[in-house]
C-alpha cells in the first residue's frame, strides 16, 4: 500500500565518498518508482532536502538493509554538521518483542521523527551546489551487509498544511514591507515575526484542526497500537490508514505476523479505517473465574492480542472536499496569532487597517470554528 499523505523532498542525493554525488530525486518522489539502493557501504551517505524546516522522513522499501548503528545529522552554520537523535526510538513500546529496534533500520517500510525543537542551530545549506535548503543526512553505518532497496522517501513538513507564505499574503503584508524597489514576498528571519515564529503558530494551529477533528492531513506514525481480537476486524485509532507496516497477533508464546490482501491474512478499507480479517485464527482459550482469582499462565498475556504499527493521514492536496477548508481554518488560525502577538505600528497602512485587527480576529475566528466544526460533522464511523 504506497504511502500518499507526505510531501515530497525537492533534493535527495546518494554519495559513496561524499564528492561525486547521484541525483535520485526524481526516483524517490515517484509513487511507482524503480527502487533504488541506499547505504551500500560503510562510507555512504544519504541527503534529504527541503525549502523549509521538516520533522518527519517516509521510506516505502522493497528490500530490506542490513546495518549496524545508523547516524543522523543536521545541516548548521559554517559547512559542518551536528549529530542528532531521531524521535522513533523514544515510541518503543513492547518488551515482549526483541527485533523491535530503538532505530529505524530499514527492515520494512517506516519512518523518522526528527525533534525540530532540539535542533535549534539547524539552517539553511548547500550540498552539491544545491543551496538554500534544509538538510539532513543520514550516514555511517557500523556495518553493512546488504544495501536497503527503496521505492520511494516523502517527508511532513513543519506547516503541513499551509505555507508562511500563505499567511503573509492573508494578513496583505507584501504591499507594507516592500520598499526601495524590494520585493518581500515571506517571511524569513529579518521579519517580525520571523518566519520560524510563524512556522509554531501554523503547527499550533494544525494541532487545533486534529485535535478538535479527530482527523489528519499529514503523515502520522503510530507504534505497536493495540486492539482487541476480532473475528469480524476492528477500527483502527487514526483517521485514513494509508501504509500498513506490520500486523501481528499474539498466539501465548511470540507475535505471529500477517499479510495483508484480500487473498491473504486481512485487508484495509481506508476511508473508514477498519482492518478485516479475511482468515479466521484460532486463539487459545482465556481462563477465566468467576468466584476467586487464579494465578496461571493462560488468562492476561491474551488481552489485546494485536498489535498493529502503520502511517495514517489524508493528503491535502487531492482531498477535493475537506483539503480546501482545512488549508483555509489554517492559514487564519496562524494568522489570528500574527495579528494577536505582532505590533506592526504605524506601517500597517495599505492593507490590514481597512478592517479593524480585532474585527478582523473576530471575522476569522468564528469561520476557523464553523470549518472545524463542519469537517467533524463528516467523520465516517
Known sequence: MPSSAGLEFTSVFT???NSSFVDITREMQSPAGTATAILAGTSHFLYLGYENRFDMATFDVSSAGGFGTLKWEFAIAGGGWTEFQPMSGAMKTDPDDDDRHAQYTFSKDGAELFPVHLMSTWVTATVNSVADKYWVRLSSPTTVSSSAMIYRIQMRPLAAYCSTQDVFELLQLKNIWSTSGT?????????????????TYIEAAQAMIDYRTRKSWRPNYVIDEYHDFNINGFKLLKYHPYNIISLDI????????????????????PEYGMIHFSRFFLLPARFASYNAPVWRWGGGEFNVPVRVSYLAGHDIRTDIREGGLVFDSARKQAGIEVLRSSDFGQVAVSGMDRVMMAQKIDGWTSEVNEHVDSLRGWEVF
Open 15 to 17: 554519495t559513496a565518498d
Open 183 to 199: 520585493t518581500v514576498t515571506d517571511f524569513s528571519s529579518t521579519t517580525i515575526p520571523s518566519k520560524e515564529t510563524v512556522e
Open 250 to 269: 499474539w498466539n501465548g508464546a511470540n507475535w505471529e505476523s500477517k499479510t495483508t490482501g484480500r487473498k491473504n491474512d486481512y485487508l484495509v478499507v
